[in-house]
Structures are given as structure tokens and as C-alpha cells.
């Protein structure tokens, strides 16, 4: 039996663990319920303490989760700071410039701190400053030597009466020409003498003259032997180039040659291929010696081939008028063919005189060639060769 709290009544209950007051409709709990009422509620207050406290942790990690995207701004600010830092680490490569140049060859470190005080930078060893940033050329060189000498036309005008003596004009020429270069080679900067006929200068003729001679000979064997092989091949057109081909890389190749022997004073020290060679293949040499032999020589050929070319013309078109002018009716052929001759015997004093225009041409080109060979060879220092020091040695033991 159960009695109701409210309204007292008393009734059997159906449910021991819910009993309600038919009467009043009030809720009865037994000592089962108050029990397990009482069981319950410290587990639901522990439940609700825990959950609090579960629910807090939670409370307490989000502040730990929220945080680190709010301080990772703070804290990556100092992570910043090297990739600052490592601007001035990278300014070594740009300041690698001024090492290169000639007014500061070793500048001082900046700020940045790399390298020593005293440690001297890459950069000069690399690249090393040069003293004259602009040299001219051994031929603008002799070409400026050439127009400051004094007298130099009257110079020029005696050396090309001397080539109308077959064998003695290019002997006198090529002595003047190599002993005033030779004189540039051995450091004394002289301009052109106004003796031709001096000491040395008949000797290094000679001396070229021989080279000459003896190369001449070689070379058209050669040519000889060549052209028969390439005839019997019928490569006449390729035989043709190989032969320009020739003339423009040998034509150098004697003239340094030539310098060769005026400074050693010996056939042999000229006909030495090996040393001429090494140094006509010097780095940097090749190129200054063809332009200082091929600079002049082809002002000398364009303008003798203008010469002739018009001496060609004066002297055919003046014959041709004259033979249509004269009739074979009213005159014999005998008269017409004297008529012919005495007019060529006129155009003697022209042609001459065209000679002698390529021939003062050819003088000062051959002077100005001479001379850039004396400022190219200058700088293998001759005065250290032993052929030269045996040439002084010989002239010195002949003197005493």
C-alpha cells in the first residue's frame, strides 16, 4: 500500500518505481525509487560535474587552438628577420663589380661583413685591370709615325726613282723599310731617316733579298708539282682558289719572315719556319699582322689596277680612232702601221709616269707595313732572341 502526501489517500500502486495518486495525480516514490533516486542523482551531479569540466577543457584548449594562429604572426615576424638579414648576405655578387675596376681593385667590405678586412676579393685575380683600356693598332701606330715624319715625300720620291733599276730598287727598299722597323722593335722610336744609303741597310736588303729568292724558288716548285697533279685531275677552278688562297695567307706569313731576318741579321734566322710560325700563331698576333700587311696592299693594288686600267683605255681607244680614221684607199698599210707605232711611242712619257704613281704608292705603303711589323713584333721582345744576341755579339767581335 501507498499513501498519497497530498491528499492522503491510500491505494495499492501498479508500479513500485512510478506510483501515482489516482486522486490528486501526485507522484509517489518508495525507497526503491528514493533509492535509486538517490543512486541517480550523485551520478547525474557527477555527470553534470563532469560535463562542466569536460566541457571547460574543451574552454581551456580552444583559447590553446585560437592562440597559435593569433601568435603565429608574432612569431614568424622574427622568422622574418633572416630573410631581411640575408639581403646584405646577398650583395657580395653585386658588389662584385667595382673588384673588376682599376680605380678600386680591393674595396672594403660593407656592412654585410663577408670577408676578411685584409682578404683581397676574387674578383682582380679573374679579371685583372688593364693600365691602357684603349692601344691602337701596330698599324694605325706606324701610319701616325709615318705622317709625323718631316721630309717625308722627298723620302718616298727618292725610293720609288729607285725602283725603275730592276733588282737594286727592291733591295734598297726593303733594306730602308726593315731597318727603320727594326729600329721600332728594339725600342728606339726614330722617324724616317733622311739618308737612304746608311750602315745596315744594304746588309738587311741583301739578307731579305736571299729569303726572298730562296722561297720564291721553293714555292714554285710546289706550284709546279701542284698544278700538274690538279691538271691531270681537271680541278682547274679549285686549283685557281687554292692558289689565291695561297698568296693572301703566305704574304704575312714572309713579311714576318722578313722582320725576322733584319733583326737577326742572318738568311737562316729568316728561313727558321718553326719560330716564324710560333710567332705568327701567337693569340691575339694573326689578325693585327694580316691587317698590317693587307691594309696597305690593297690600296696598292686597287689603285695600280685603276692606273693601268686607264692607261688601257687611253692608249687602245686612241689607236682604234686612229686606224678607222685612216683609209687603207688613200693610204698604205705601211704608213697606217708607223702612224700607230709613233702614236704608242707618244704615250712612253705617260706610262711612265703611271709607273711612277704606283711606284711611290707601293714605297709608302711598304714603309708603313715595315713599321707596324716593328710595333707587332715589339712585344715578343726580340732583344732577349739569342739569334740577336749572337748577331750583336758578331758585329761587336768584327768592330774590335
Not at 566541457?55 to 633572416?82: G, H, K, N
Request: net charge negative; charged share 15%; with cysteine.
Amino acid at each position: 500500500m501507498a499513501t498519497c502526501p497530498v491528499c492522503g489517500h491510500e491505494f495499492e500502486p501498479e508500479d513500485s518505481q512510478n506510483a501515482v495518486c489516482p486522486v490528486c495525480g501526485a507522484v509517489l516514490a518508495n525507497d526503491a525509487s528514493e533509492n535509486s533516486a538517490t543512486d541517480e542523482t550523485p551520478q547525474e551531479e557527477s555527470a553534470s560535474q563532469e560535463e562542466p569540466a569536460s566541457q571547460e577543457a574543451p574552454r581551456e584548449e580552444q583559447p590553446t587552438q585560437v592562440i597559435p594562429p593569433e601568435e603565429a604572426p608574432t612569431q614568424e615576424a622574427p622568422r622574418e628577420e633572416p630573410a631581411t638579414q640575408e639581403i646584405p648576405q646577398e650583395e657580395p655578387p653585386t658588389q662584385e663589380i667595382p673588384h673588376s675596376a682599376p680605380t678600386e681593385p680591393y674595396p672594403a667590405t660593407g656592412a654585410s661583413g663577408s670577408g676578411g678586412a685584409n682578404e683581397p676579393p676574387a674578383g682582380p685575380e679573374i679579371h685583372p685591370a688593364i693600365a691602357d683600356p684603349y692601344r691602337p693598332s701596330p698599324l694605325k701606330r706606324a701610319w701616325m709615325d709615318f705622317k709625323a715624319s718631316p721630309g717625308k715625300l722627298w723620302i718616298i720620291l727618292k725610293l720609288a726613282l729607285f725602283q725603275f733599276v730592276p733588282g737594286v730598287g727592291s733591295l734598297v727598299l726593303s733594306g730602308y723599310a726593315y731597318t727603320w722597323a727594326r729600329e721600332q722593335a728594339l725600342g728606339r722610336h726614330l722617324p724616317l731617316p733622311t739618308k737612304i744609303v746608311r750602315p745596315g741597310v744594304l746588309d738587311n736588303g741583301l739578307y731579305i733579298y736571299g729569303v726572298s729568292v730562296i722561297m720564291t724558288v721553293v714555292f714554285f716548285v710546289l706550284g709546279l708539282f701542284a698544278a700538274t697533279v690538279f691538271s691531270a685531275l681537271r680541278l682547274f677552278i679549285i686549283f685557281t682558289l687554292l692558289v689565291i688562297l695561297f698568296v693572301v695567307c703566305c704574304g704575312p706569313f714572309f713579311a714576318v719572315m722578313n722582320m725576322r731576318t733584319a733583326l737577326c741579321g742572318r738568311v737562316r734566322s729568316g728561313l727558321n719556319l718553326k719560330r716564324a710560325w710560333s710567332l705568327f700563331a701567337a693569340p691575339g698576333k694573326t689578325g693585327q699582322v694580316f691587317a698590317a700587311y693587307w691594309g696597305p696592299a690593297a690600296l696598292v693594288v686597287l689603285l695600280t689596277f685603276v692606273c693601268y686600267l686607264l692607261l688601257f683605255m687611253v692608249v687602245m681607244g686612241s689607236s682604234i680612232s686612229v686606224a678607222y680614221g685612216m683609209s687603207g684607199v688613200y693610204h698604205s698599210d705601211y704608213y697606217i702601221v708607223a702612224q700607230l707605232l709613233a702614236m704608242m711611242l707618244s704615250f712612253i712619257p705617260i706610262t711612265i709616269l703611271v709607273l711612277f704613281a704606283v711606284f711611290f704608292v707601293s714605297t709608302a705603303a711598304t714603309l708603313v707595313t715595315a713599321r707596324a711589323l716593328g710595333y707587332w713584333v715589339q712585344d715578343f721582345h726580340p732583344e732577349a732572341w739569342p739569334e740577336y744576341q749572337e748577331n750583336v755579339k758578331y758585329y761587336m767581335d768584327r768592330a774590335v
